[in-house]
């Protein structure tokens, strides 16, 4: 099947025409191609190669329309830093329509009515990190939008500076947010949230139809899944930046990747987001806010759900699911497979201890998968090394509880502790190449994206350490 070829359905559009905005897309000048994901093409049932299909480009800037495409943008409002906003929507996206389960939308195609002061367009710049973090989250394992084509252009957008305008195709099973409940849960417009609920069951939960409690069911399913996608964000050290409550994916998928970042040094403070001052978002806040969201979204919802009853089922379920989610992953990526009542104790320990050396929190991790008893190689990551030597001995008792072979555990610790993540300095690399017209670097950083476990001895450039100037550092929100 050729890309140009798929057929859509608009499903969203049969809801009322309050949720959203008939619009085209504004496309940009001369477009031209910069990458393509065949693996996400691979969703929609797209065996041929996308990158060479004659409509790509104009189908991703919006001036070839695939057939039953309606273009549309959503409405939604949100949580921004704390505060409500009650209209916000897709000021700079536009929905295509659905095909196999997936949602297409540019994200960077023109001003819609949701656009507020925004020119609704996305710089190059932010669209090379959109493109491939999704993709990056996908090969981490981690649910996610993704991204099946990224352009670039000759158009002018206005910044800090110049920059040039760049649309990226971005997929997901549902576009809906925290924030579309949020509109219709205020006012006049709460009759049409069961209808918004009726449409997120279809489209997202289709297994809990004709369950007794449907809403507060279907709400608990978001409680679980966002808990188990901030637990696995945890896990690999990405901060979000951005956790407004319009930013978070009514399926628990993470979205909307702005001023995200990777930690470099362990650092359980670190906030990504340079306009974040007070750190609502920083790492270590990420669980509590995502409860903190989940809360708001109990509020939208309260008409159709009893409120008392889901703050209940969040305070039953978010911890539990969280906890449970994040010490799995942690025990797999420390080889430990028995259970012992001290590990949790363990884990603490390691993480104060990270905090203290300091040291790369992947490195470390993927280091620590190849270790027999010999410290030296943990040893060389760290400036101070009494405490990582002293968390050692602790852990080398741990592992005489352990059953499987040295061999084994350090196979399956090698597949569940990445060798490349996406840091921040090498996508600034692939940008800065990008800009001078070279997308080389896209390509070997979307390989590795697909595959973070494997090792590629042609691409050992791309989890060099991280040169001391570039660590942990805050990003602009600016895109
Ligand atoms: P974000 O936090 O980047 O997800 O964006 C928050 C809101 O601002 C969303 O409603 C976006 O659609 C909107 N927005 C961000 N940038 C632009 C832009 N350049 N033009 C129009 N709307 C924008
Ligand atoms: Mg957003």
Redesign the pocket.
Known sequence: MKFSNLKLTTPYLELDSIFYDKVEPTPLKKAFLISTSQNAAKLLGVADDVSLDEHIVNIVNGSHKLEGSETFAMCYAGHQFGYFVPR??????INLGKVNGQNLQLKGSG?TL???Q?????VLRSSIREYLMSEAMHGLGIATSRALALIGSDTDVAREQWEKGAIVLRLSPTWVRFGTFEYFGRGSKQGHLQMLADYVIEESFPHLKGVENLYLKMYKEIVQNTATTVARWQSVGFNHG?M?T??MSIDGRTI?Y?PFAFLDDYDANYICNHTDVEGRYSFKNQPGIAHWNLAQLAKALSPIVNYENAIKTLDECFGLTYENEYLGIMYKKMGLYERDEKDVELVKYMLGSLQSFPVDYTRFFRTLSRYSGDKSELLALVELQTPLSEWLDEYDKRLEKETLSQEERQTQMLAINPKYILKNHILQEAIDEAKQGSFFMIEDLLKVAHNPFDEHEELEYLCKPTPPKAKNLKLSCS?
Request: aromatic letters at 4%; hydrophobic letters at 20%.
């Open positions: 916000l929507g897709d000021g700079r996206a001003q949701y656009s507020r925004g020119d609704g367009r996305a951005v407004n319009d930013n909307d702005g895109s």
